[in-house]
């Protein structure tokens, strides 16, 4: 084999704590800069540069394409049922007080966990998916 | 002081980086520039205290579109032919949109001025009722989610659109080219 097996080990090392502080960015982002958009981005880093260490097929087996492309539209079902989930409790479109039975605060903190949830399922799979398109086509002869 | 220092700094190091993207033929020392262009613009952001704006800047600008470009220089040939006329016409429309826009410059008020409208109209409104409201520390997340989560949901249609249509683009395109190769 070829000398990079020590890239291949760091990045085996290096995954983990990508999406961990994907995920860390995303639930912490009401108490520091980030968000869903920023958590979602370095998800689809970390999946990227799996591809980019192991090869597009090996990544395509871990993530299908079409799993891929039904999360695209998944994260905007999410953040539109977020919505209609708090218009049936009695609020508006969005509103999220209700979203926890005693106090409003928490349903704000609810309701922003959800909708940048699905923030981070469209943003990290139409990445990742744009990523798959331009990878997979090979260079031409 | 300090600041002006930074900024100083920050700001002609961009000049340079853009220079450098200009004149460089070589495509893969240009996506390397364009990296550090953002990250330059990145901490621009950060001494401007919009630190949400700069994580998104170095995670997009610099992190997924240095790999995408990347993956674009693997399907083509990596240095830029030579032009073929002098670009004298594109520079002078250059330097013409770009005196327009520092001669719009010059009727704006002083940075971060308090008595303007953008400062004045619904921003301190947001800031004194955040956390009441939601007890969030990060305004921009409830500005982001609670108040604004109307424009969010359209944002995140316009990331679900813009995906959708890149990918038809492509995905047409690679099952002709494979129709071709059944040909071949």
């Known amino acids: 084999m070829r000398l990079d097996v020590i890239l291949r080990v760091i990045t085996k090392l290096l995954l983990p704590f990508m999406v961990m502080f994907a995920f860390y960015v995303h639930f912490h982002g009401e108490f520091s800069p980030g968000g869903g958009f920023q958590a979602g981005v370095i998800i689809a880093a970390a999946v990227v540069f799996h591809a980019l260490m192991f090869g597009l097929y090996p990544t395509q087996r871990m993530l299908p394409p079409w799993v891929v492309e039904m999360l695209v539209p998944l994260g905007v079902f999410i953040y539109v049922v977020v919505g209609i989930v708090t218009m049936m409790l009695g609020e508006n479109f969005l509103g999220y007080n209700p979203l926890h039975p005693t106090k ?38 | ?34 990296g550090i262009y953002s990250f330059l613009i990145a901490s621009v952001m950060m001494v401007l205290d919009a630190v949400d ?27 830029e032919s030579v032009p073929i006329r002098t670009p004298l016409l594109p520079l002078f429309v250059a330097f013409g949109v770009g005196a327009m826009l520092i ?11 308090a008595e303007q409208p953008i400062n004045q109209h619904v921003g301190p409104d947001y800031l004194e009722r955040s956390i009441p409201d939601t007890k969030v520390p990060n305004v921009v997340t409830t500005v982001l989610a609670s108040y604004r989560g109307f424009d969010t949901l359209g944002e995140t249609a316009v990331v679900f659109t813009a995906g959708i249509g890149v990918l038809m683009l492509l995905r047409r395109r690679k099952k002709k080219q494979d129709d071709e190769g059944g040909e071949d």
Do not use: C
């Open chain 2, 103 to 113: 001669y719009g410059t010059v009727d704006l008020p002083p940075f971060g001025s």
């Open chain 1, 104 to 141: 409003p605060y928490y349903g704000q903190e609810r309701g922003i966990i959800w909708i940048e949830v699905g923030v981070l399922v469209t943003v990290a799979s139409t990445m990742v998916a744009i990523f798959y398109a331009f990878a997979g086509r090979g260079r031409k002869p």
């Open chain 2, 1 to 34: 002081m300090a600041e002006t220092l930074i900024n100083t700094i920050l700001l002609t190091l961009l000049a340079l980086t853009t220079i450098g993207v200009v004149r460089t033929r070589n495509l893969f020392s240009v996506v390397i520039l364009a």
């Open chain 2, 53 to 79: 704006v700069a994580m998104t800047e170095a995670s997009v600008g610099a992190g997924i579109s240095t790999v995408l470009l990347l993956s674009v220089l693997y399907l083509t040939k990596t240095h």
